[in-house]
């Protein structure tokens, strides 16, 4: 029993969360303190988590064993990230370490930041103090942004209202209006998506978030789109290559097809109509000759009658 309350005593002693208005003060979250090309989330392993809290030691009624930040994770367990010994250890130019502490001109304030690589993972962040005697102080646990990692960025696709695979993007349409929409998915801002012909070699359209290409692509068959996705000025982390085959024939190519059946039908009489006229011409000089090949033999009989009269 005496256990039992002496645990629930520590328990509670060890849990003391510091009001704003005590002994510490962590600052809330500021995108623009991080280190960061993103203006809201950020990107796990690449990015960096700033946090600043400003410690002062004179309202604190022991002495402090040390200052450290804690991460809580998605295990929903706090981890120590760093700590320090204030004001022993506070040499501003260490600020290349994960904490550092800067005086300040009151020498019972300090700044005490922390400075983490982000990971995805992480949901929460604290600052506590242990006291002399292990009773540990903490500040209100502060929600992290949004952290995101690379390889998750994407983005959705529709040619002519039909999904798109994004891993391996092909489409037959049966018009030449094609559209192609397409969006930003869990990617921290800002997201560009850019959407790129590169059969012409040209930019069809640039957007943030999302993008809308409406375009007419008349006299082809197959078309390459590539749809590029730019996130926090990292320079296409992801790209979709699509091919699309258009299969319809419009106006001018159905006219094409006339004009094309009636050269080859006007061709095919008028070369029909020669040969029978080349056959005709010929025949009929055949029948000359064959006249005229005839005739000699009559000739030739009727000389050799005349000859035979004359004998
Ligand atoms: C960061 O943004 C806040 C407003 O959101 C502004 O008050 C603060 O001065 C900015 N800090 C820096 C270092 O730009
Ligand atoms: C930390 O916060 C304090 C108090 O707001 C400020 O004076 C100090 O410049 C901040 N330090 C950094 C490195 O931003
Ligand atoms: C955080 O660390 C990076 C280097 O890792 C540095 O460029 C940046 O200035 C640091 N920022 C702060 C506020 O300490
Ligand atoms: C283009 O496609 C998108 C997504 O399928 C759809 O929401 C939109 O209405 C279409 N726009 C036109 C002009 O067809
Ligand atoms: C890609 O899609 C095409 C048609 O949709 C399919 O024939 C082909 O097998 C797919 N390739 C892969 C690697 O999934
Ligand atoms: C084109 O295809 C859509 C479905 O993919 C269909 O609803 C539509 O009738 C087709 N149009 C023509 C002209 O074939
Ligand atoms: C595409 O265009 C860019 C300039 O707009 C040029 O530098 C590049 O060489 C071109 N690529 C091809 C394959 O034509």
Redesign the pocket.
Known sequence: MFDLITSLLLFQISTNIVKAESKFTLQEYQQN?S?TSCTEGLISSVD?I?YNTTIYLSRFDQRVRFFAYEIRMSDEEFHTVCFLKIPNQCHSYE??YIC?CEPTRDNTIYNM?V?VTAENSYRMLRFAATLNNYIKLYSEPKKLPRIVDKAKFTMRLFINNEEMDVTNCSATVNSSQLNITSKCVDTPSPCWLEAFDTIRNKSLLQMEQSLQVLHEFSKSTQEEIELRLNVCLMKYVDVVYCTIRIDYQDEYQVKTVDVALIIIVTSITVIMALGVLIIVIKKSKDGVHSRFRKGKPEKVETDTMLNSASC
């Open positions: 303190a280190v960096k700033v600020y290349n550092y930041l400075n």
